[in-house]
Each structure stands twice: as C-alpha cells, then as structure tokens.
C-alpha cells in the first residue's frame, strides 16, 4: 500500500503537491517543486530558507495572492481559490494606510465585513490592546516606531479572526532588540488567541525559539528538506533563555549545517 505523504483532512491546512513555475521573457523560473506540508490546527510552523529559495511565493500561494502551476491549498476541508478572511496576512513592509489612525488601520478589514459601529471599535480595542497599543488608538502610523507599526499589522490581521495568520519576515526590517521583544509578543498573543500560524523567516534562531516545527526549504527550486520537530525539545512557555539551551543549540546546529548546505549549493561551491 502506498502511504500518502499528505493527510487531508477537514482541520488544518494542506499544501498538497504545489508546484510554481513563472514565467518571464527569460524564460520559466521553477520556485517551488511539488510541496506537499500538513499544518496541524493551532500549529505554528516556522518556513526557512536561503533567500530565492520559494518562501515567499508558498505564502502568497496560501494566502491566495498567487496561483498554483500545480496542485492546491485546503484550509479546513476547503480549497483556496484566492484570498480570503480565514487567512490573515502580515508582509516585512508595514503596509499600514497613513491617513487612517491606529484604530482605523485596525478597523479596515471588519469595516469591509459589515459589523456594526459598535462591534467593530470594541474588536479594534481588543486587539489593540492585545498588541500592547492600548493609548495609541487616535494616533497616526508615522508617529509610532518600526515596531510599533508591525503590531498594527499584526492587530489588523488578527481582527478579522483567522484559522490561519501568515507572517513573511515581519521583523526583519527590525533592529535586533527590538525583534527579540517582538517574538515574545508574538508568542504571548498566539498563546492568549491560538492560531495556526505559518511564518517565513530566514533567521535561524527565530524559527526555533518561536515554531512547534521549522520546515526548512532546498535552495531554488524550493523544495521541504526536512522538518525540524522543536516542539518536544524546546517546552512552553519560552522565554529568550531557552536560546541558550542545549537542545536549543543542537536544533541551531542541525539547521544550519542545512542552510550551510543549499547555500554553497547556489554559489556552486559544492
Ligand atoms: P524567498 O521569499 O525565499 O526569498 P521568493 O518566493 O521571493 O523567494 O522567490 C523565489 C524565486 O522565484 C526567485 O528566484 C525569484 O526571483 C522568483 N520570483 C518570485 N516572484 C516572481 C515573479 N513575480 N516573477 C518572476 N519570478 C519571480
Ligand atoms: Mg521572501
């Protein structure tokens, strides 16, 4: 009996066989080769890989921004045929409108959604509040700080109540400190309103201190290399010691020895 490498099921998501070719006055670009990844409700699962490698092209593809060449997405039982609000999504660039206040960024997507006044200023509240901009509501996105910014972000995506939240290197346009007390956020806010949660991320350390697994991808074509499972090494809830950890540094030590490899791999040094 063959043993299918997808389980579909009616909970989670499922990549199932995507395949992406583009095509270019230069020719066709093979960015992802037949991925098939099962993501567990509530899961967070970090994507890593070198830069070209597909990471973004598979979010987008999740979100429903770009079409498949082969193969679909299924977010709880049912196919994606664009975007839509079971999926939420956060990019690197802020993305936040600066004519409209804190609350308002927050408000857009529920606006389109029809709540009424009331519901819709209550749930911006929350999800203010819950990203810590509680004060900052009447404000306007260039006073706040490049952290500041990425948790409206975070908000907007999360107010309109996605299975599903999508985040591509949303702190890597962050200074260091900063991005450390930003994964703490990220995680205290998956803990107080669980998600799944698919981020893409190049940084080694912030797939393992934040994900339960670190899907690491090939060099281009994209492909899933292996599926680091930190979840059982690394126990909740995390604080910024457990980077320190033994088990964190031989997760540390495994994927970058991976990374290593597909990078030599596309400067041909191998
Ligand atoms: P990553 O996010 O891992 O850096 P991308 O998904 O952005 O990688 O890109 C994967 C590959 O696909 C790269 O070789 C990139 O040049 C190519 N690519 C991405 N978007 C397009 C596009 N719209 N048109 C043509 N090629 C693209
Ligand atoms: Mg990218």
Not at 79 to 92: E, S
Not at 124 to 134: F, I, S
Not at 198 to 207: F, L, W
Not at 211 to 227: F, L, N, Q, T
Request: hydrophobic share 40%; proline share 4%; with cysteine.
């Amino acid at each position: 009996m063959q043993i299918k490498d997808v389980e579909t099921s009616n909970t989670g998501l499922d990549v199932d066989n995507v395949t992406k070719i583009y095509e270019t006055q230069k020719g066709n670009i093979l960015a992802l080769d037949n991925i098939s990844l099962h993501v567990k409700p509530n899961e967070f699962l970090a994507l890593l890989g070198t830069s070209g490698c597909g990471k973004s092209t598979l979010l987008r593809i999740i979100c429903g921004l770009e079409k498949t060449t082969e193969g679909k997405i299924i977010n709880q039982g049912k196919t994606i045929t664009g975007p839509g609000a079971d999926r939420g999504m956060v990019f690197q660039a802020y993305n936040l409108f600066p004519w409209m206040t804190i609350s308002e960024n927050i408000q857009f997507g529920l606006k389109q959604k029809k709540a009424s006044g009331r519901q819709v200023r209550e749930i911006a509240e929350h999800y203010a509040d819950l990203v810590g901009l509680k004060g900052f509501e009447n404000q306007y996105p260039n006073s706040l700080s490049g952290g500041m910014r990425q948790r409206v972000a975070i908000a907007r995506a999360l107010a309109n109540d996605p299975s599903v939240l999508l985040l591509d290197e949303p702190f890597g346009a962050l200074d260091m400190q900063t991005r450390g007390v930003m994964q703490e956020l990220l995680l205290d806010i998956w803990q107080k309103s669980p998600k799944t949660i698919i981020m893409v991320t190049h940084d080694i350390d912030e797939a393992i201190f934040l994900a339960d697994r670190v899907a690491i991808m090939s060099a281009r074509p994209g492909k899933i290399k292996e599926i680091l499972d930190v979840k059982d090494g690394i126990p909740r809830p995390r604080n910024y010691h457990v980077k320190t950890s033994q088990s964190f540094i031989e997760y540390k030590e495994r994927a970058t020895d991976i990374i290593r490899e597909e990078s030599m791999k596309l400067l041909k040094l191998s």
